[in-house]
């Protein structure tokens, strides 16, 4: 279950990692956001951004739509 969900759709990078680094400074430590994003390169932007960040990548999948929806548990505070 996610606590917030970030329709990125239709912007391209590095615009999507950008606003989900601001989400996830201001959400609490161990929430979850689920991100849904349209650039190619986002699945492993998303996992790259996670090792280096220390957030955890729940899950990366490609909906039926073509949209690629990334789940991330922010760290704890």
Same mark, same amino acid.
């Given at each position: +279950?996610?606590?917030? %969900? !970030?329709? &990125?759709?239709? &912007? #391209?990078?590095? !615009?999507? *990692? /950008? #606003?989900?680094?601001?989400? !996830? =400074?201001?959400? =609490?430590?161990?929430?979850? *956001? %689920?991100? /849904?994003? %349209? ?8 996992? =790259?951004?996670? @090792?280096?960040?220390?957030?955890? /990548? &729940?899950?990366?999948?490609? !909906? ?5 929806? +990334?789940?991330? #548990? @922010?760290? =704890?505070?």
């Amino acid at each position: +279950m996610s606590d917030q %969900t !970030l329709d &990125l759709t239709g &912007l #391209r990078c590095p !615009l999507p *990692i /950008l #606003r989900a680094k601001k989400a !996830l =400074a201001a959400a =609490a430590g161990g929430s979850v *956001i %689920t991100v /849904l994003a %349209t650039d190619p390169g986002a699945p492993g932007d998303f996992a =790259a951004f996670c @090792r280096h960040t220390g957030h955890e /990548l &729940l899950s990366s999948e490609t !909906l039926e739509n073509g949209v690629f929806q +990334m789940v991330i #548990r @922010r760290k =704890a505070a």
